[in-house]
Structure formats: C-alpha cells, structure tokens
C-alpha cells in the first residue's frame, strides 16, 4: 500500500514539469516572451562579455581575436581617469536614492489625500506625462530653459542679476540631473505606489474613523506601514540598478566642461568604446560595472531579509 | 484565339524578365557613406540615384546618416560594421587605422593606377607616396583616398558693419577689441537692441580659429594640429602660444565680447545666430560665404558684405600668426575588402569619375530642379534646402581642390540673382591664400595615437580648453593640464609623431 502511493508520488514528481505544463499551458504561453526576451537579450548577449578578455577587432571576430587575458582590466585601473569616473558614477547614483527615490512616495501619499476625483486624475496625469518625453528632447528643453534668453536667466535679469549658464559650470551638473531626475520620473513612479494604495482594505481606515484618527493619522499608521513592503521593493529594484544611471540622461546633460562632476561610466564607454571602436577596454569597464551592482544588489538584499521576514526579492 | 493571346503573354512576359535582368546585371549599386549636414538620403531609383548613374555610370545609394560633428556617423557607422554591414565605401572619420589593422578594407594599390587613372593621377604620386608612407601595416599601401584641400577655413567678418561704424579692418591685437567691442556697444545690425553678438563659436571650443591663429596657434575646426614649435613637432595644444591664446579668449569671454552660449552652441545654433545677423566674427568657410550671405539678406533685408579677416597681429606674435591649411590629413573614402570583382570595378568606376575633372560641373550642379536650375543655358546652384535637396556625397570639387578651381567654380555660378553674393566668396578665396600656412604635422596619421582614445579624441584638451575660457579654471591650471596631458600618453603619442617625422624627412 505505502509502496504504492510512494511509487505514484515519485511518478508524478518525474512527470512533475509536463503535468504542471498541461495543467498551466496558458500561463507558460504567456511567459513566453518575457523569457524568450531575457534569453536573447540578456543571456546570449553576457556571453560576448568574453571580449574585456581579447583584443578584440570587429573584423577578425570574437573567436580569432587575440586572448590578451586581464590587460584591458589593468589598462581600466591605471586609466588616469578612472576614480574620477567611478566617484562620478557612485555619486549620483546614491544622489538619486537619496533625493528622487522618496519623491514619489511622498506624492502618491499627498495626491491619495485628494479628496476630488476629478482634481486627483488631472494631477496624476499632468506629473506622469513626462516620462513618455525622450531625455534628448528634456535635455533640449533644460538647455533651453537655462540658456541666456531662457526663463531662468530672464528671472534672474527681473532681480538685476548677471545671467549664469548653469549648464556649463561643473558645480551644478549634479544638482540638474537630480532635478531633471525627479521632473521627468517621479509622476511615473507614483502609478506603482497609487495602485499599492488603492490595494489596502477600507476596514482598517472605518475603524480608525470610528476610534477617532485624524486624516495625518491615518495616513502615518495605516497607509505608510502598508505602503512599506512596496517602498522596500522598490528601493531593493533601484539599488540593483544603482550603477545604471541613464546613458541618455547624463549623455545629453554632459558638456566638456561638466564632465569633472558627470562623467561616468556609461558616457566614458560611449566615448571610448562606440565613437573610437576600442570594444575590449570598454566591456571591460562595462562588467566591472555590473559586478559592482551585482554585489551591492546582493548585499542590500540580505541586509532587508534581516531587518524584516518577508523583505528580500529573494 | 485564347491560346494565341496567352502564348502572346508568355512571351512578353519572358522578353521583360529578360530585359530586366540584363539592366540589374550592368548596374552595381554602391552604398556609400559621408558627410551629411541634414539633407535627405539616396534611394535606389531617386532623382540622385539617377543622375550619379547617368555620370559615372554606378549606382550609389545613401541611407540617412547625420554627421553631427562627426559622433552621430561614427556611432551609426561602428555599429553597421560591428553588425557586419560595412557600407561599400565610406569616410572612415578616424577609425581607418583600427580597420586596416583587422584587415577590414580593400587594399587599393593594385588596382587605383589601372582603373582609376584619372583620380590617380589627380592626385599625383606625391601625395599617395605620403599615403603609402602612412599605412599602418609598414607595408606601404594605398588605403584610402585622400582628401587633398588647400587652405580652406578662415575667420570672416562683417565688413558692412565695419562700414557702418566707420572702423577700418582691425590689424592688431587692440584694434581687434576695439572693433569686437564697438559691434557690442554701437549695434551695428541698426534693430535698436543690444543683441549683437560680437564673435563667438561652438561647443568644444571649435571654429574659434580667428583667436588661435595671431597666436601661431595650429588648429583646425577646433582640432589641435601638429607643427614645429622651437623646432620640433609638438602637439599644438601644448604650447606657450595655446596658452596665451587661451588666456585672450577668456579675457574676451569675461568682458561679454563673445557670445556667452559659445561653448553651449551646436552648428545649427550657431549658424542660426549667424544667420538672423547677429554675429560680428566667426570662423568658416569663406568659399561658401554666399550661403550665409543670402540666410543674412533673409532675414534681415540687408545685404551683407562678408569678407576675410585678414590675420591679427597678436601682442608677441607679430607676423607669426597664420591661418591653418591642410593637404593631406584628410581621409575622403576607403572600401570595405570584397572578393566580388564586379564590385570593385564598380568602385574604380565610380573614382575614375570621380578624379575627372571634366564631370566635376556635373557633380557640382547635381539634379536638375532639386540642386540647380538652368537658365539662358547657364546653370547654377539653387540655396541650399534641406527639406528637399538630396544629400551630393560625391564632392571632389572640394575634396580634390584648388583655389584656381574654386574661382573656376564659383564663376561659372555668376550672372544670376545670386551674383552679389558669390562674388563675395570669390574675392574671399583669393584673398585667404595669402594667409594660409601647412603645418609640419600635415598628413600625420591616427595611428601614432595608439590606444590612447583619450589623447585622439582630445577629451583632455577640451575640458580645460573650455573651462579656461568660462572662467572656472584660471590660466595657471593650463601648465596642470600639459603635464597630465604628457603623463597620461601624450609622450608616447608626441614619440610615435616625431618618430614619423623624422621618417617623412
């Protein structure tokens, strides 16, 4: 008898994926895409990092190139420029979870205080339409907006003051990429945080009316604490990408003269890289690049899995 | 009777197909790549497409392909050849050397003098005994073809403004401010507001050659050249005279004598300051002033006298001074390596038609309609316009040029409404003559830069060449930057380029 069931329970384990298939075909129909996306991609692409290792000549191939070992790696170290670039990149990306990543919680828990409906979609939408605008045309507004005749210098003229190019002074370039961040990003951020909002059960908000809560109350102890497990999803999600900063924003802010506070990474790898056709050296920079994020992802992952039970992406 | 009439078909059908494949069999297509300002492509079939074939006998197409300054078509340029789809024949822009070295192009030698006599000999073997000396493999081959220009770029000013406040074209160095400040304060373009902009240039410090050249300073486009300074070949953007001619653009930056969006400015923003008739000085190409004369009668109802600004005399510099000409650096074409014969005579097809001169007015004028309109049997060139000219990538008239041609050129274009104009570029071309100088460095090719992209692409002569002028470094950060310069490959760069002149010697 025992014999028996566990004889079926092993079959089923062996015919586990098929039967699991035939049972659940719509849903694997459906990751299909998404998996088939990522393997080509994502996956195959990974293999063309083995360039950072060769001398790598477009024309000879990835298979005939010269195996030149860790050189270009070293080239990266000794790179006059290199902990310019890499302070850069570390700068603004901690800039941005320091300052963009709070502003659309921060408004998806004001925009949800609004009591009429109406107001509340006009808003919604008037914030997240920038995000469908390309940064080269938000770039070109920026530029426009900070150029002599632009709306920033024609204030300052109204209070006397000298016109200032912000765009070509390195002190600022920071601060216009945190700005521009959150102008063009944090209205779409809010979409995942409204959604996580509308989620949570009306009881709780009844039953605090009737124990007396005030709207501020309500807010800090019921809506807060349940946006968190979001917000923590999130937070883990950007400090994956922590590294990646936009290629195209920063690209399009750069001049020569800002490049001491905005050069990073991924512009220097344009430069070098696409503009030159030095491939090897810039994939080398480029898995660096993804080690660090692959660590810190890592880490951060852990360090939530200890602070709460159900943290962690993993 | 069915039957006959379906036969009939058959058969007709038969002798078309027949037709058809014999045309397709005579005609290669060539894509080619270059220089493209924003004008449209070259299909297969388009009005260009058939007039290319109808003078050289090849077809030649061209996808839209910005130039930008040159990023924009070296980014879409290394990424068709990285997909493996290297244009047939294209402008390399820098990145000849790493493609010969992987074996990427067509060695020409073989097959130029044969088969494109006429370009050859154009060129003459002087300038391809330089081209072989060039070739990165040392085994002296021809790569490329050469661009072989004289004297092209050169600061013009607004003459009739000068007129209009009774100045006399500025000489010396303090002359030059006084006329730089008088455009600023006495609003020569007559609107009543102080919009004038009294010189200036673009992003990266370029087309600024009127403050670089009074201090012997050689540059090209904004590019540093290489010349002999205390007798040895340097890198210009390493020398006392950069300083010096730094520490004036930054003087005249500070004193508002520049447009303060100098080093903001991208061509069309720049061109567009110069076109609404607000810019006093600015570097470009006096052979092709007529077009910014007739963008400034456009705009503003005033006929424009541009002409040279004859070298300045800078304080020091006296006579040392020199506008920048270039022979041989330039590369026009190279051509993917290809095994299909038919192919490659297509090319040498297409450059014999090239190098003759006598189709040159040809290329010149382009599509009846589109480029040119002929009247009482002259024909001229039409202004140019973007919105429906097609890109003339096939430009040895002035890839392959002299001023004597120039002249040629640009006459044959007279006696039309366009006249006031043109002939302001021709008295331009032969008044620059007299100002150009060749640097020693003419010629030198990419390869002494190595792997240092940095140096190439001069990343780091533009950061401090730029934040000097704004203001934010002071001068003395200059002697900061020649050091790390040198240290960081500049002196095994300034090795490769002695070692190559010693060898031209």
């Not at chain 1, 808003?123 to 920026?142: D, G, H, K, M, R």
């Not at chain 2, 009668?297 to 006929?303: C, N, P």
Request: charged share 20%.
């Amino acid at each position: 008898m025992q014999n028996a069931s566990q004889r079926a329970a092993a079959r089923t384990h062996s015919k586990g994926l098929a039967d699991n298939f035939r049972k659940y075909w719509p849903y694997y129909v459906m990751a299909m895409p998404g998996v088939i996306y990522l393997i080509i991609f994502r996956f195959i692409p990974m293999l063309g990092s083995v360039i950072a290792f060769e001398d790598y000549q477009v024309y000879t191939g990835i298979f005939s190139s010269q195996w030149v070992g860790m050189k270009n790696f070293v080239n990266m170290f000794t790179y006059s420029d290199f902990s310019r670039i890499l302070t850069n990149t570390l700068i603004l990306g901690a800039l941005r979870i320091l300052f963009c990543f709070p502003v659309p919680v921060i408004m998806a828990l004001m925009m949800n205080e609004i009591g009429a409906p109406r107001l509340k979609k006009t808003i919604q939408t008037a914030v997240y339409i920038p995000y469908f605008l390309s940064w080269i045309i938000v770039s070109e507004l920026i530029f426009d907006l900070l150029g002599v005749s632009g709306l920033f210098n024609r204030a300052r003229a109204l209070f006397g003051l000298r016109p200032l190019l912000v765009m070509q002074q390195s002190k600022y370039f920071r601060t216009v990429y945190v700005f521009s961040t959150i102008w063009k990003e944090a209205g779409w951020g809010t979409v995942v945080y409204m959604a996580a909002i509308a989620g949570i059960d009306q009881s709780l908000y009844e039953a605090a009316s009737i124990d007396g809560a005030t709207r501020f109350q309500k807010m800090r102890f019921i809506t807060f604490p349940m946006l968190l497990p979001t917000v923590i999803t999130m937070l883990l999600l950007q400090i994956g990408s922590f590294m990646e900063l936009g290629f195209e924003h920063v690209f399009s802010l750069l001049t020569p003269m800002t490049y001491s506070t905005g050069d990073i990474f991924d512009t220097y790898v344009y430069r070098v890289g696409i503009l030159q056709a030095q491939y090897s050296i810039t994939t080398a920079v480029g898995l660096f690049q993804s080690v660090i994020g692959l660590v810190m992802v890592v880490f951060f992952n852990q360090l939530s899995k200890k602070i709460s039970d159900d943290g962690g992406l993993w | 009777m069915k039957k006959v009439l379906s036969v009939l078909f058959a058969i007709l059908m038969l002798l078309s197909m027949v037709s058809v494949s014999s045309a397709e069999e005579t005609v290669v297509d060539l894509s080619v790549w270059g220089t493209n300002n924003g004008f449209l492509p070259v299909e297969k079939g388009s009005p260009l497409y058939e007039k290319y074939l109808e003078i050289t006998g090849v077809g030649v197409t061209q996808p839209y392909v910005e130039w930008n300054g040159g990023t924009t078509y070296n980014e879409q340029l290394n990424l068709k050849i990285a997909a493996g789809e290297m244009p047939d024949m294209f402008n390399p822009n820098g990145m000849e050397t790493t493609l010969i070295k992987s074996g990427a192009l067509l060695d020409l030698t073989p097959y130029l003098e044969k088969y494109a006599p006429n370009l050859y000999n154009l060129i003459g073997e002087e300038v391809w005994g330089s081209v072989r000396a060039n070739d990165p493999t040392g085994e002296g081959k021809i790569w490329y073809i050469p661009s072989v220009i004289y004297g092209r770029n050169a600061p013009m000013i607004r003459k009739d403004w000068l007129d209009k406040l009774g100045l006399a074209m500025p000489k010396t160095q303090a002359e030059l401010v006084d006329v730089l400040k008088a455009f600023y304060e006495k609003d020569p373009n007559g609107n009543g507001i102080a919009d004038e902009l009294p010189s200036g240039g673009r992003a990266e410090a370029r087309w600024m050659g009127q403050f670089f050249a009074m201090f012997g300073v050689a540059m090209w486009e904004g590019y540093p050249q290489w010349d002999l300074y205390d007798g040895e070949l340097t890198y210009s953007a390493v020398t006392q005279n950069m300083k010096d001619a730094l520490q004036f653009i930054a003087q005249l930056y500070q004193d508002g004598l520049l447009d303060p969006e100098t080093l903001l400015n991208n061509k069309s923003q720049w061109d567009g300051k110069i076109n609404a008739g607000n810019v006093g000085i600015w570097e470009h190409i006096p052979q092709e002033c007529y077009n910014y004369a007739e963008a400034i009668y456009e705009s503003t109802g005033v006929q424009p006298d541009i002409a040279v600004l004859p070298v300045i005399d800078a304080d020091g510099y006296e006579g040392k001074g020199f506008y920048t000409g270039r022979k041989l650096s330039g590369i026009e074409f190279v051509v993917a390596k290809t095994d299909d014969e038919k192919k490659i005579m297509a090319v040498m097809q297409l450059l014999n038609a090239y190098g003759d001169t006598s189709k040159w007015m040809d290329f010149y004028n382009g599509v009846e309609g589109m480029h040119s309109v002929t009247k009482d049997g002259v024909t001229s060139r039409l202004p140019d316009d973007k919105t429906t000219q097609q890109n003339l990538i096939l430009t040895p008239y002035n890839t392959i040029s002299t001023p004597e041609f120039q002249v040629e050129l640009l006459t044959s274009q007279l006696g039309t409404d366009r006249e006031w104009a043109i002939s302001q570029a021709i008295r331009n071309v032969k008044e620059l003559a007299q100002y150009t100088h060749l640097p020693a460095g003419d010629g030198i090719p990419n390869s002494i830069y190595g792997e240092y992209a940095d140096i190439q692409n001069r990343t780091l002569y533009v950061e401090y060449a730029t934040k000097i002028i704004t203001g934010e470094y002071s001068i003395d950060k200059f002697d900061e930057f020649v050091d790390k310069w040198y240290a960081n490959g500049g002196q095994a760069v300034t090795e490769n380029a002695r070692a190559w002149y010693a060898a031209k010697q």
